[in-house]
């Protein structure tokens, strides 16, 4: 069975809109064959080297070096004329059942009854579970099982708080920044989506914690020369244009070279998914990974084609959310508003731009904004949604604008809660941060 469903993979894998969603998702990793392996790897290599399907002249010549090469030059030359007659996702989803159903086989199959490590037997069977597409996982049992084990990891402490985002108020609201969670930021044109993106990730560098940083729009003298004021606390323009002391700003280069924070930054214009997950997995080899940004999603490709734009972004955030449990890392992301907005007195999720799909794979989505008092020095940040946590509350960032700086808020204004702007900004005053 599992044979005829492979065979019938590689007619798809063959048409290049196909193949790009089998590399994304990482499917090769279901196949068992070992020559199928083998096979569908040289096409993903060759894809992957010169962007495109081969065909036979060019891949006769790819694999001509192979110890394989006639065995699989006669399997291209079968596949290629075969024409792909039935559902992908059915058949991708058959092979992931027929992996999945075997491997769980092999593992009980080989235990010991009379001396069972069920320690062992767990590693086994968790390393299968985190190798399947996790977006698609599904969790069965009733709610009055396994009381002991929750009621002890209460006992424990519970939950622990996740990583800290270097604003304290935020931290208190939203319990940090934690692994395998998609976090979505939205605002219009020039409304400081960014701005915070980047924020996050120098404060979680600051920490020392590894952060890949995907500029997808800013090329990167732009994101270093952010990089720098923001550091420094020089205008980014002064550095833009070389009107400030050279000798302080050597001061505060060197002073980067040391500090050595590990944020990683990666310049794609219209970079795709497969390059943001093989970019992740190399990082991975050589140094631990905590969190990535992707600035931002409108600009993120999926790699499919012949879907609509509502499924395409809504597919662009899935992959995001996937990313982010298969990896176990906190994945940040923006995307701008629709029109709708502008003339909307309270913003909520469907005013997020692209897709109404996009907000159902996010577990935080908040709307960012210059603050109506004093928009010069605040930015809002409103929490419109949060899976396991409060949300309908705003933030408040004291900003600095010209180096990039977001400092902490002075408070938590809930939803429910009547303050007059007069108040709010005499408030604003008198405890100001000074930045």
Request: net charge neutral; charged share 30%.
């Amino acid at each position: 069975m599992l044979t005829e469903y492979l065979e019938k993979i590689i007619y798809y894998l063959l048409k290049q809109e196909y193949l790009n969603e089998f590399i994304i998702k990482d499917c090769i990793r279901f196949i068992f064959d070992e020559d199928f392996k083998e096979f569908i790897g040289t096409i993903i290599d060759f894809f992957r080297e010169y962007s495109k399907i081969p065909v036979i002249d060019e891949y006769e010549k790819y694999v001509k070096q192979s110890h394989k090469y006639t065995k699989f030059t006669i399997m291209f030359q079968k596949f290629s004329i075969k024409q792909p007659i039935e559902n992908y996702e059915f058949i991708l989803k058959q092979i992931v059942n027929e992996y999945t159903s075997q491997r769980f086989a092999s593992i009980i199959n080989n235990v010991d009854y009379k001396n069972i490590d069920l320690l062992d037997v767990n590693a086994n069977l968790s390393k299968i579970i985190s190798e399947m597409d996790v977006t698609e996982q599904a969790h069965e049992q009733y709610v009055w099982e396994h009381v002991k084990e929750r009621y002890k990891e209460f006992k424990d402490g519970g939950e622990k708080a996740g990583m800290s985002s270097g604003f304290s108020t935020f931290d208190r609201a939203m319990g940090g920044l934690n692994k395998k969670e998609l976090y979505l930021y939205f605002a219009r044109t020039g409304g400081g989506k960014s701005l915070v993106l980047f924020n996050h990730a120098f404060n979680i560098a600051a920490q020392g914690k590894h952060v890949i940083y995907f500029s997808l729009e800013m090329y990167m003298k732009q994101m270093l020369r952010i990089f720098d004021s923001r550091d420094s606390g020089i205008p980014i323009e002064n550095i833009k244009y070389a009107r400030v002391d050279k000798a302080l700003y050597k001061k505060a280069l060197l002073k980067i070279q040391q500090d050595k924070y590990p944020l990683f930054i990666c310049e794609k214009p219209n970079g795709n998914a497969d390059y943001i997950l093989s970019k992740v997995r190399e990082y991975k080899k050589k140094n631990p990974l905590d969190a990535i940004v992707v600035d931002y999603l409108g600009i993120m490709k999926s790699g499919l084609k012949g879907i609509d734009r509502d499924e395409e972004y809504g597919e662009r955030a899935r992959i995001l959310k996937n990313l982010a449990k298969m990896e176990d890392l906190i994945v940040m992301t923006a995307v701008q508003t629709n029109r709708q907005v502008v003339n909307s007195e309270d913003i909520i999720i469907e005013h997020i731009g692209d897709s109404n799909k996009i907000a159902q794979y996010c577990d935080f989505v908040a709307y960012v904004s210059r603050a109506k008092i004093a928009e010069d020095k605040l930015m809002d940040v409103k929490v419109l949604k949060q899976r396991d946590g409060i949300s309908n509350i705003s933030l408040k960032f004291a900003t600095d604008f010209t180096t990039r700086t977001m400092k902490d808020e002075l408070q938590i204004v809930n939803k429910e809660e009547k303050i007059e702007k007069k108040d709010n900004y005499n408030q604003y005053k008198s405890s100001r941060l000074v930045i």
